[in-house]
């Protein structure tokens, strides 16, 4: 008689002994699977939970920190458009050697001198001087003020940019995390398959050795049991790779990775709600209607070319023997500079005819995010609720082939079933497993792409055990920063 007594996968809770004991004596397959990959089950306390994964990656995955670097480097936009309302201020200095030849004649003045005075001088001279200034845009178009509102702008888009990068990270997490779950479930099924099949091919021989079975039995069995070890190899290859990204995307290695849930819990609940959830609030549409404001904003700072320029300036100069005869000079200058363009060359009225198709761009980008927002909204939901539908199937799937299984291995005892049938019978139960283990893969990370496509996919949704990174933080320290060229975090 073939047995299929195996060990289960860990973290699926699969019955230790497949066929052994009566079906009706034993928990179904498919409900111990479900139990053990998504009931929260007391775990070691070095276990690795989802939760915990996605924390290393919000933490520690340099894409990420990569983009919060962005978002820094954009905040910086706004003290440089600031700086626009501010004065500038300047000092010269100059030292020189000076030679001069000096001739001249002063007029005399009759009728005391009746002839004119000439003398002529030479040598060498260093002239010095010290000197500032101050000038101060008084007017120019608002293109000071347009600037200012662009940065701020720019620094709100790079926000939702980044918001998609915290999506798209956590996104990677848990789909990699499930990946792990998965493959690794897998390749202890296909392990123990191989054994089960290792044993059906060793009592195929002693029956063969019996005169019960033919010599296309023993070759069937060892056909069966070649297809399955070629599959194990696949499954261990499988599972390297899938190591290696979990290494890339949460930072450490895997190991003693706890059971998973669904998120079903804060995702909405009707798909009409879901649509409209995801085209207000996800941060790829956001970002786009901020890149319409800033693109509007441009074509006011590139019609302010066409006003004219007022500005104030004040300057001192003090010059030490600035000419051989002039030992001294002070000057002390205050003043308005007036500048009117008339016309420049036509390129003003290009930019500003090039900004407003630009404008018309971003609107148009906008209808299209919002497409692709809706379209991956219901694919995530349909993909949701297929995988919940298909974990059904695959639960009656498992019994169903598990009973047969059963049935056929006590009909080929009788002589009613041949060694194909078993065989048969054994690869559809291990097909059975396999596309129960596969469908709650996809339910839990079909729950996370619903959260991601709705905008909801954050370290605050979720609850993660880490410190939320504030963007708004590092703003308000350079926003009216006037001076200084280190960072706020000392570089």
């Given at each position: 008689?073939?047995?299929?007594?195996?060990?289960?996968?860990?973290?699926?809770?699969?019955?230790?002994?497949?066929?052994?004991?009566?079906?009706?004596?034993?928990?179904?397959?498919?409900?111990?699977?479900?139990?053990?990959?998504?009931?929260?089950?007391?775990?070691?306390?070095?276990?690795?939970?989802?939760?915990?994964?996605?924390?290393?990656?919000?933490?520690?995955?340099?894409?990420?920190?990569?983009?919060?670097?962005?978002?820094?480097?954009?905040?910086?936009?706004?003290?440089?458009?600031?700086?626009?309302?501010?004065?500038?201020?300047?000092?010269?200095?100059?030292?020189?050697?000076?030679?001069?030849?000096?001739?001249?004649?002063?007029?005399?003045?009759?009728?005391?001198?009746?002839?004119?005075?000439?003398?002529?001088?030479?040598?060498?001279?260093?002239?010095?001087?010290?000197?500032?200034?101050?000038?101060?845009?008084?007017?120019?178009?608002?293109?000071?003020?347009?600037?200012?509102?662009?940065?701020?702008?720019?620094?709100?888009?790079?926000?939702?940019?980044?918001?998609?990068?915290?999506?798209?990270?956590?996104?990677?997490?848990?789909?990699?995390?499930?990946?792990?779950?998965?493959?690794?479930?897998?390749?202890?099924?296909?392990?123990?398959?191989?054994?089960?099949?290792?044993?059906?091919?060793?009592?195929?021989?002693?029956?063969?050795?019996?005169?019960?079975?033919?010599?296309?039995?023993?070759?069937?069995?060892?056909?069966?049991?070649?297809?399955?070890?070629?599959?194990?190899?696949?499954?261990?290859?499988a599972l390297a790779t899938t190591r290696a990204n979990y290494r890339r995307i949460i930072g450490v290695d895997p190991a003693n990775l706890a059971p998973a849930s669904s998120v079903e819990r804060i995702a909405p609940s009707t798909l009409n709600s879901a649509v409209a959830l995801g085209v207000a609030h996800n941060p790829n549409v956001l970002a786009a209607m901020y890149?319409?404001?800033?693109?509007?904003?441009?074509?006011?700072?590139?019609?302010?070319?066409?006003?004219?320029?007022?500005?104030?300036?004040?300057?001192?100069?003090?010059?030490?023997?600035?000419?051989?005869?002039?030992?001294?000079?002070?000057?002390?200058?205050?003043?308005?500079?007036?500048?009117?363009?008339?016309?420049?060359?036509?390129?003003?009225?290009?930019?500003?005819?090039?900004?407003?198709?630009?404008?018309?761009?971003?609107?148009?980008?906008?209808?299209?995010?919002?497409?692709?927002?809706?379209?991956?909204?219901?694919?995530?939901?349909?993909?949701?609720?297929?995988?919940?539908?298909?974990?059904?199937?695959?639960?009656?799937?498992?019994?169903?082939?598990?009973?047969?299984?059963?049935?056929?291995?006590?009909?080929?005892?009788?002589?009613?079933?041949?060694?194909?049938?078993?065989?048969?019978?054994?690869?559809?139960?291990?097909?059975?497993?396999?596309?129960?283990?596969?469908?709650?893969?996809?339910?839990?990370?079909?729950?996370?792409?619903?959260?991601?496509?709705?905008?909801?996919?954050?370290?605050?949704?979720?609850?993660?055990?880490?410190?939320?990174?504030?963007?708004?933080?590092?703003?308000?320290?350079?926003?009216?920063?006037?001076?200084?060229?280190?960072?706020?975090?000392?570089?």
């Amino acid at each position: 008689m073939v047995t299929s007594d195996t060990r289960a996968p860990r973290g699926w809770n699969l019955p230790r002994e497949w066929g052994r004991r009566p079906i009706q004596k034993r928990i179904p397959l498919c409900v111990a699977l479900a139990l053990g990959l998504f009931t929260a089950v007391p775990q070691a306390a070095s276990a690795e939970t989802i939760e915990s994964a996605l924390a290393r990656a919000y933490e520690n995955n340099p894409q990420l920190n990569a983009q919060r670097a962005v978002v820094r480097q954009t905040d910086e936009g706004v003290p440089q458009a600031l700086s626009g309302y501010r004065p500038t201020v300047n000092a010269t200095a100059s030292l020189q050697r000076q030679y001069t030849k000096l001739q001249q004649s002063i007029p005399a003045t009759p009728p005391a001198i009746p002839n004119s005075i000439s003398f002529a001088d030479k040598g060498l001279s260093t002239p010095e001087s010290v000197g500032a200034s101050v000038s101060q845009t008084l007017f120019n178009g608002n293109r000071t003020a347009n600037r200012v509102r662009a940065s701020e702008s720019q620094v709100s888009a790079a926000r939702e940019t980044l918001r998609v990068m915290e999506q798209s990270v956590l996104l990677a997490a848990a789909t990699v995390y499930m990946d792990m779950s998965r493959d690794t479930a897998n390749l202890e099924v296909q392990q123990n398959n191989v054994k089960v099949l290792e044993r059906t091919l060793t009592d195929t021989q002693n029956r063969f050795n019996a005169g019960a079975v033919t010599d296309t039995d023993v070759a069937q069995s060892e056909a069966q049991l070649a297809a399955a070890q070629a599959s194990l190899h696949a499954a261990e290859a499988a599972l390297a790779t899938t190591r290696a990204n979990y290494r890339r995307i949460i930072g450490v290695d895997p190991a003693n990775l706890a059971p998973a849930s669904s998120v079903e819990r804060i995702a909405p609940s009707t798909l009409n709600s879901a649509v409209a959830l995801g085209v207000a609030h996800n941060p790829n549409v956001l970002a786009a209607m901020y890149g319409v404001d800033v693109a509007m904003l441009q074509v006011k700072i590139a019609e302010g070319a066409l006003y004219p320029t007022l500005s104030a300036q004040y300057s001192v100069q003090y010059n030490l023997f600035p000419q051989l005869l002039s030992p001294r000079v002070f000057t002390d200058t205050v003043g308005l500079n007036l500048s009117i363009p008339i016309y420049q060359g036509g390129s003003e009225y290009s930019t500003i005819r090039s900004n407003k198709e630009a404008v018309g761009q971003q609107r148009l980008n906008v209808d299209q995010v919002r497409d692709d927002t809706r379209a991956n909204v219901v694919t995530a939901w349909a993909q949701l609720q297929a995988a919940k539908a298909q974990i059904e199937a695959a639960q009656r799937q498992n019994a169903a082939a598990e009973r047969a299984l059963n049935g056929v291995r006590n009909e080929a005892q009788a002589g009613q079933r041949t060694t194909q049938d078993v065989l048969i019978a054994e690869q559809n139960l291990v097909n059975a497993r396999q596309s129960l283990i596969v469908a709650q893969h996809d339910r839990v990370v079909a729950s996370y792409s619903l959260l991601s496509a709705v905008g909801r996919l954050s370290a605050q949704d979720l609850a993660l055990p880490v410190t939320i990174y504030d963007p708004s933080v590092h703003y308000h320290q350079v926003r009216d920063a006037w001076i200084g060229v280190r960072t706020p975090s000392g570089q």
